[in-house]
């Protein structure tokens, strides 16, 4: 049974039933099954079964600090790309040589306070970067794990907006550039080069860009080795879809594919996935506000609104919207379901066949577990969208609505005005 499923037509995440869960803490709310996140990662631990494989979890998907411990205890390390998910991932008790610092634009106080905690690796993008690791090492003596992240110049497919390998993306240090950075951090006594990292894109559903960007690696190892340069770990960077619209991922042949590089590179290999590991695991629970039935369309107008779950409009993302109560007939209408901010970007989703639909009703937005309340915001002034974590029959609230009052608490009117 899916961790989220209706039960004699109502749907349920876990053992809890979502409309019950709306009654007692009110809408739009996320909710997140503990079971299918760390199902997900078991799944892919199973699915690669090599020993020299580890997964870092990319925080920035779901950045909540008990979804960071479900995926820690399943035994997930950590990879990061701010000082604000360091925080997060050091409250949640993970332990620092089981993170890695990626990230384009790491500042000098970032880089430091990672420096301080001993994390295990940072993924480096540019020269400019590496000086200030090395001046900030030495200064603190320290040694520090560096991997240099390749744009391998791969493009993954998908929305452009998350394609991150190609030789236009602002990520990663250009090829030919590589074996001479490489080189000069291995002279650099407060570095120590660990090896090479690569993340080509996200909601990938074809192991071929993977291969391709395991080839580009595989290459780029050789070459290093040429020059008797020491490489010990390779990451794949994450990049993993879901099953937004029933595509099917293929997990057992990216398992493969991992497993056979592992064994093909001998060394270490780490992967940075996000998406794959919660995205599938949480909802988006909404309620109708309004049916509006204007010239051209029918509009859903609900609670919750583009601050709450940006990827419709930021990625003209899909979401399969699924009625709370499982409707008793099956009369579909067409609708275009939008939310209360003032934007004409402000929808989930258009022209969508849906069930019968009235005010008061809910609605909940599968797959919204990645990328959907780490996106969030409070725009329009909207009180920052709750998230409640659900296993078996136990629910958590582990982020409180953050309420309107709560948000001007902490701003200010200078006395001079
Ligand atoms: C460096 C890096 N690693 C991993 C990820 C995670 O990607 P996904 O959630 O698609 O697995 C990202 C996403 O932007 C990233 O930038």
């Known amino acids: 049974m899916p961790a989220i499923a209706y039960k004699n037509d109502r749907l349920f995440v876990e053992d809890v039933d979502v409309a019950a869960l709306a009654k007692e803490i009110g809408t739009p709310f996320y909710a997140y099954s503990t079971s299918a996140i760390s199902k997900a990662y078991e799944n892919l631990v199973a699915a690669i079964a090599h020993p020299r494989v580890k997964i870092h979890y990319a925080v920035k998907a ?37 993170i890695i610092f990626s990230g384009v634009g790491k500042t000098e106080e970032e880089i430091g306070f990672a420096l301080k905690k001993d994390i295990g690796q ?21 040694r520090a794990k560096v991997a240099l992240r390749i744009n391998p110049g791969i493009d993954a497919g998908g929305h452009a907006k998350i394609s991150t390998g190609k030789e236009e993306d602002k990520f990663g240090i250009n090829w030919d550039q590589v074996e001479n950075a490489y080189a000069c951090v291995s002279e650099i006594p407060a570095l120590e080069a660990v090896g090479l990292t690569t993340h080509i894109g996200s909601q990938i559903t074809e192991t071929a860009p993977f291969q391709n960007a395991a080839a580009r690696l595989e290459d780029m190892v ?16 994450g990049g993993l879809g879901i099953s937004y ?4 991922i293929p997990v057992a042949e990216f398992g493969r594919l991992v497993r056979g590089f592992a064994e093909r590179l001998d060394c270490e290999v780490e992967l940075e996935p996000g998406r794959h590991l919660v995205g599938e695991a949480g909802i988006l629970v909404t309620k109708v506000l309004y049916v509006k039935r204007a010239a051209a369309k029918n ?31 099956n009369a579909l209408e067409t609708y275009d379901v ?13 022209d969508r066949q849906l069930p019968i639909t009235q005010a ?19 725009y329009n002034s909207r009180a920052l969208c709750p998230e409640i974590l659900i296993l078996g029959r136990k ?21 001079w005005l």
């Open 299 to 329: 509009f859903l107008v609900v609670d919750a609104a583009m601050n709450d779950l940006i990827r419709p409009t930021l990625y003209e993302a899909h979401h399969h919207i699924q009625p709370v109560t499982r409707p008793q007939d």
């Open 360 to 378: 008061n009703d809910l609605i909940a937005l599968l797959c919204a577990g990645a990328y959907g309340a780490s996106m969030s915001s409070t």
């Open 395 to 415: 629910s958590a609230v582990i982020r409180p609505r953050l309420t309107i009052e709560q948000q001007l608490s902490w701003e200010n009117i200078p006395n």
């Open 245 to 248: 619209r029933g595509e099917k």
């Open 62 to 98: 779901n950045s909540n600090i008990a979804v960071i411990k479900v995926l820690s205890r399943a035994g997930a390390g950590m990879d990061i790309v701010s000082g604000g998910e360091l925080k997060r991932c050091l409250k949640a008790g993970v332990k620092a040589a089981d």
């Open 122 to 142: 940072f993924n480096i993008e540019s020269l400019p970067e590496m000086e200030i690791l090395a001046r900030l090492a030495q200064g603190m003596k320290r």
């Open 222 to 237: 050789k070459r290093l080795r040429a020059r008797d340069l020491s490489v010990q770990r390779v990451s794949l960077g």
């Open 338 to 350: 939008v939310g209360p901010v003032c934007e004409t970007g402000d929808y989930f989703a258009k």
